[in-house]
Structure formats: C-alpha cells, structure tokens
C-alpha cells in the first residue's frame, strides 16, 4: 500500500517504533547556543511525539534517551541528560497517567544516582495498568551491553543447572533481554541524517524497517513522524523470505 506523508491515514501503521533521537547538539551550534539548550528543545519534540504517536495509533514507541557510550561526554552535559529526565517525568507524568501512557525504562540502572532510580521506579509503577500506549526510554543503554547481560543470565543459570545449554534458543535469550515484555520494532527511525544503529536495539531490529531523516531532534513532530511512518507503509517486509 501506498501512502504519503500527507495522508497517514492511510498508511500502514506500525506497532512498534523506535526512534534514535540524534542532532540536539548541531541543532544549538546552528543557533550560536550550547549543546544543553539543544537537550532541551529536544524534551519538546520527545513531548510532540508522544502525543502524535498516540493519536496515529502507535502501540509502542521506544526513544534512545542516554546510551552507555554518553558518558565520555563532559560531566556538564552528562548532569543536563539526567536533568532533562527529571524535568520530563516531574512535568509529564501525571499528563501520561491520565492518557493512557505506560511507562518503561530500559538499560543498566545499577550504579544510576539514587533520585533517578527512584523517578523511574515511580513512573513504571503509576503506570503500569496503562495499554494505549507504550512509552520506553532506553536510559544509560547499550545494545552490545544488553546482549552481554542476557548473556551472563544464561551462563550463570546454566551453571546453576536451572538451564541446559542445549535448551538455548533464541525465545529463551530474548526472555533475559530488557525488552521482554515488547515485540520487535517494526520501524526504526533515526534523525539527523546519520545512518547507523549506534548501538540501539540491536538484537530487536534485526526485521526492522530503517528510515533515516535529514531532520534534527529539535525540529521532530507529526509531519516527521507521518513521513516515516508513510515510508514504512510502502515497504514489503519479507523477514528474510525471498520474492514471491
């Protein structure tokens, strides 16, 4: 089926979107700002997208907030991320309560500062009856990472003789990665024109429909999110079958 950015009626529209959040710092540096303020706007288009994912009739939608890899970056930047996170969940989360919002955080959370813990412990918790739609936000998070952790859970249950290695399949590694209770994406979007994973949900989008668009963080909303979802809606996805 056919759709265009325009018409998302339309289109296709997939259950699952995860979306790389790229471009805050340029956006600031084209405006002579620093690279915070671009974080900042950057909490709005987040604001902007869930609420359009939502209303386009997204089931899940899974952002790349903080990865493992961001903590090289100066101490200044890093303490900004995290308060972002506190300002979006402080302002936020009452509003996604009432909409119907559940809330997951995915990553490492060991070694996390005790009031952040905490803001994501409340959020999952106040927001766990909710279904109309599936926020999760990949917090200090790494795929490679992900993968070892899963990795380690099996070696020390095989060890333990709760596993047997020959039972090891893939349903068995995915019931020990973060995402246990999400399906695969469907569409993975990254902004900023970069093309790569960047280390986001490696294991999960191995069928996934890539879109990369030119447009920054900053500057995502509906008309974006139409876009993507309408290049979704023209693909054919064949999960490694070949042509009919």
Do not use: C
Request: hydrophobic letters at 45%; aromatic letters at 8%; charged letters at 30%.
């Amino acid at each position: 089926m056919t759709a265009s950015a325009s018409d998302p009626a339309q289109a296709l529209v997939p259950r699952h979107v995860a979306i790389i959040m790229d471009g805050n710092g340029r956006w600031a540096k084209q405006r002579g700002r620093p690279r915070t303020f671009g974080h900042a706007e950057g909490v709005e288009a987040l604001r902007r997208t869930v609420e359009a994912a939502g209303d386009l009739g997204v089931r899940y939608l899974t952002v790349f907030g903080f990865s493992t890899e961001n903590w090289r970056r100066p101490v200044e930047e890093v303490n900004a991320l995290f308060d972002l996170l506190r300002l979006y969940v402080a302002r936020d989360l009452d509003k996604l309560v009432r909409e119907g919002v559940r809330v997951r955080v995915i990553g490492e959370r060991q070694g996390l500062q005790h009031d952040i813990a905490a803001i994501i412990e409340d959020a999952e918790t106040r927001s766990v009856r909710n279904d109309k739609l599936n926020l999760t936000i990949a917090f200090n998070y790494g795929g490679q990472d992900e993968i070892v952790r899963a990795a380690r859970k099996l070696a020390e249950e095989a060890i333990a003789r709760r596993v047997a290695p020959k039972d090891i399949d893939p349903a068995l590694f995915e019931a020990r990665l973060d995402t246990v209770d999400l399906p695969p994406p469907d569409l993975l979007v990254r902004t900023s024109g970069e093309s790569r994973l960047s280390n986001f949900m490696l294991w999960q989008s191995a069928y996934a429909e890539l879109v990369f668009l030119d447009v920054l963080w900053p500057d995502f909303g509906r008309p974006a999110l139409e876009e993507a979802i309408a290049l979704y809606a023209r693909r054919e996805r064949r999960y490694g079958r070949s042509d009919a």
